[in-house]
């Protein structure tokens, strides 16, 4: 942006059942090798956030309705968020005021 600050996308916020896996690197493995329908799903939620080069958040914005998630990509341009996602059709725009 010019300013010092970056926006990330999230594709899902996090997880709980995965979060308890993170210090078991032995039991992320395992549950690794489950079929997809028994591993942590991601959830249904559109979230990208600003932070600055020290990795401060500075502002956060949610879709927890969903209608556009999975958000992979994430561009300013004046006023507005451009938003890309692996599963939403087409691109996305939101207002930041």
Same mark, same amino acid.
Request: proline share 14%; no cysteine; hydrophobic share 35%.
């Given at each position: 942006m010019g300013d010092g600050t970056y926006?990330?996308? !999230? =594709?899902? =916020? $996090? %997880?709980p059942v995965a979060e308890r896996l993170l210090p078991h690197p032995r039991l992320r493995q395992i549950a690794a090798l489950l079929p997809d329908a028994w591993q942590p799903q991601p959830r249904r939620y559109g979230l990208v956030a600003l932070v600055d080069g020290s990795?401060? %958040? $500075? $502002?956060? !914005?949610?879709? =927890? $309705?969903?209608d556009y998630w999975m958000i992979t990509g994430v561009r300013q341009h004046g006023e507005h968020l451009w938003l890309g996602s692996l599963l939403g059709p087409g691109v996305a725009r939101t207002p930041l005021t």
């Open positions: 926006w990330i996308a !999230l =594709p899902s =916020p $996090r %997880v990795g401060t %958040v $500075r $502002r956060t !914005l949610h879709g =927890p $309705r969903g």
